[in-house]
């Protein structure tokens, strides 16, 4: 089945390796510290390895509203993207969506870098699928936040 994809990006007036290198350290609590509509703000994250980042890793994110996810790394490619999956879904989108692939990327753009992020969202059943394009509405207003934020986090180094 291939999912609903939604993505959304900001160019942010940092070197792209050294953006790649933040957005890895970053914390999902300062990037994800405000939620929008069905999209809680991140509360914490536990079993999170000290040097997030390599193939294979896993961590589970705490939702303010009670949920949690999963993700766990399928792919990294410094200084240009690194994707993830996020199952085990509990929270608001439990009905409604099985599983998320995710990707944040870095391209070069002029003299800083364009920061991208994408959702591959995986329905649950067939009458889920319909609500599909109402969650990926939700999810770019989400991302918007996120990148906001994000981008503060990335120019103070």
């Known amino acids: 089945m291939p999912g609903h994809r939604v993505e959304e990006s900001r160019l942010v007036a940092v070197e792209p390796a050294d953006a790649f290198d933040r957005l890895m350290a970053a914390r999902l609590t300062e990037v994800f510290s405000r939620g929008y509509a069905a999209f809680p703000a991140i509360r914490e994250v536990t079993d999170e390895p000290a040097d997030w980042g390599t193939v294979g890793q896993s961590r589970t994110i705490r939702l303010a509203d009670g949920g ?13 993207s690194y994707t993830y999956v996020l199952d085990d879904i509990h929270g608001r989108l439990r009905p409604f969506v099985r599983s998320v692939e995710g990707t944040w990327s870095v391209t070069p753009k002029g003299t ?3 920061v991208g992020w994408a959702w591959t969202m995986h329905a649950n059943a067939s009458p889920a699928r319909l609500t599909m394009n109402v969650i990926g509405r939700m999810w770019k207003g989400y991302a918007d936040r996120a990148l906001a934020e994000l981008e503060t986090i990335l120019m103070r180094g």
């Open 112 to 114: 800083g870098a364009q």
């Open 68 to 80: 949690s996810l999963h993700q766990t790394i399928t792919s990294v490619d410094r200084p240009h």
